[in-house]
Structures are given as C-alpha cells and as structure tokens.
T-cell receptor, first 108, second 114 residues
Framework: AQRVTQPEKLLSVFKGAPVELKCNYS??????LFWYVQYSRQRLQLLLR??SRESIKGFTADLNKGETSFHLKKPFAQEEDSAMYYC??????????FGKGTKLTVNP | DTAVSQTPKYLVTQMGNDKSIKCEQN?????MYWYKQDSKKFLKIMFS???????INETVPNRFSPKSPDKAHLNLHINSLELGDSAVYFC?????????????FGEGSWLTVV
C-alpha cells in the first residue's frame, strides 16, 4: 500500500529562517515523489519532483530511500512561501497519494 | 488558455439535490482525475479515467458518478447530495513524460451543501 505521512500539520517560521517540511513515505517499490503547493484558495501547483532533482523558488528535496523520506527544505523562508504544502507519491498506478499537508506560515 | 478548467467554481445547494461539476482540459492528456479536498484540507483521489475508460475508482459512494464523453472531458455528477459532500473538488489531468507523471490541477469547485 502507498502511504505518505506529513507529521506537521502546522509550521511557523520567521522570514529569513530555514524551513524544513517533513515527508515520509511507505511503498514497497520505487516511488515517484512530488511536492505540491497550494496558495490560499488557488489550485495545487507542482513545486518539484525527485526525478528532476531541481530547485524551484529556492526549495529542494532529496529522496532518502534508507529513511523513506522526501523532506522539503529552503534555507531562507520568504513571506510569500506561506501556503499549504503537500507531499505526494505515485507508485506506478497513475494515482497520486497525498499526505495530509503542512500549512506553512512565514512571519515577518 | 486555461489548461484544466472546471465549472462551476462555487456551488451552494440543498441536501437531496442532484448537481454536476464539469471539467475540461486542453492539454491533450489521456488521463483525467477527480480529487476531493475536505474541510481539513485532506486531498484524496476519487476517480481516474484514461482515454474515457475508468481506471481508478476509490471507495466513493455510488451517488458520485463520473462521466467522460471524450478524453478532454470528465464530469462529476452527484445524486442526493448530503451535508458531508461539502468540499472542494479538484479536476486534474496528466501525462507521463521523461520527468515522470505530471499532474495538472484545475482551480477547484467549492461545493457547499446546506
């Protein structure tokens, strides 16, 4: 079974501070992992995926198969980063399974 | 030039009514989805269609019936609406490329059942 766990429902940091949103997954095969972001009352947008190993808006995420984690990190948070962040896993069934989301608030 | 568009964006209706939410994508994708986001912001897949064929049907009450007249459209019809159906419903479409399966979401339809 595919499962994604985001242990923090809420995360609050100050502007300029580092931020890490945790994501752990459970899947027996080779997963594809993603981070999606949802700004207030807007559509979900793909932030990044582990296959691309890219950095978007200063965010990075590294897949750690040993720890089954895909934590999202940014060294210096900005106020405009405040949003809901969802970690998601696809196990080859064309179905994305989402974590419950972490609401990030970046305070001035 | 909206990629995935769904209508209506807001819908307030009474219990027991039947309503539909329409979705269209102009990306040429073969796969379309309906996701439900509940009041706790939890996102869960409901259905997935590939080339008009149902491929994923999660444990959703059979009051919910998706219909795909062609691969660019996936509509969601809900019969006998209940209070618990109040949620945001997101349509999405996807294609599988070199970077994996990329899913594009619509703006959501806010359904409120009173």
């Amino acid at each position: 079974a595919q499962r994604v766990t985001q242990p923090e429902k809420l995360l609050s940091v100050f502007k300029g501070a580092p931020v890490e949103l945790k994501c752990n997954y459970s899947y027996s095969g080779s997963p594809e992992l993603f981070w999606y972001v949802q700004y207030s009352r807007q559509r979900l947008q793909l932030l990044l995926r582990h296959i691309s190993r890219e950095s978007i808006k200063g965010f990075t995420a590294d897949l750690n198969k040993g720890e089954t984690s895909f934590h999202l990190k940014k060294p210096f948070a900005q106020e405009e980063d405040s949003a809901m962040y969802y970690c998601a896993l696809e196990g080859g069934s064309e179905k994305l399974v989402f974590g419950k989301g972490t609401k990030l608030t970046v305070n001035p | 030039d909206t990629a995935v568009s769904q209508t209506p964006k807001y819908l307030v209706t009474q219990m027991g009514n039947d309503k539909s939410i329409k979705c269209e994508q102009n990306l040429g994708h073969d796969t379309m989805y309906w996701y439900k986001q509940d009041s706790k912001k939890f996102l869960k897949i409901m259905f997935s269609y590939n080339n008009k064929e149902l491929i994923i049907n999660e444990t959703v009450p059979n009051r919910f019936s998706p219909k795909s007249p062609d691969k660019a459209h996936l509509n969601l019809h809900i019969n006998s609406l209940e209070l618990g159906d109040s949620a945001v419903y997101f349509c999405a479409s996807s294609h599988r490329g070199e970077g994996g399966n990329t899913i594009y979401f619509g703006e959501g339809s806010w359904l409120t059942v009173v």
